[in-house]
């Protein structure tokens, strides 16, 4: 287990437990978007809605973000340390449609738009499609 777990968990106010911390390092290892059903893979013997309700906990203290990339399934990234999840920390994501796998794109800001009178942005949910390096 790595000190540099715990200290990421305490600095978005997350109790380090056990399975936390597994479950952290499953998506720090990773370095791209993961669905319940991956995360789930990682473990011999781990009940997927306590791997749910750790997700949870980490969305709700804006460790990790969720993902609807179109493909059905949720995934789950790591956030950067100083993200609260407000639009102006919402990035791109990019879908390989050849391996399926999604990617951060994290130095690609969701573009701000003006929006009429009224209307007010809270979240955006910006995918694009096409192949990764991997899979050229
Ligand atoms: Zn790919
Ligand atoms: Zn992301």
Known sequence: MKVETDQKLQQKNIKPTAMRQLVYEVLDHQKKALSLYEIEQQFDDVDRSTIF???KTFQDNHLIHSIDDGTGAVKYALCDDDCTCEPEDLHIHFL???CGQTHCMKDMPVPQTDLPEGFSFESANFVLKGTCPNCR
């Open 53 to 55: 309700r750790t997700l």
């Open 96 to 98: 390989c449609t050849k």
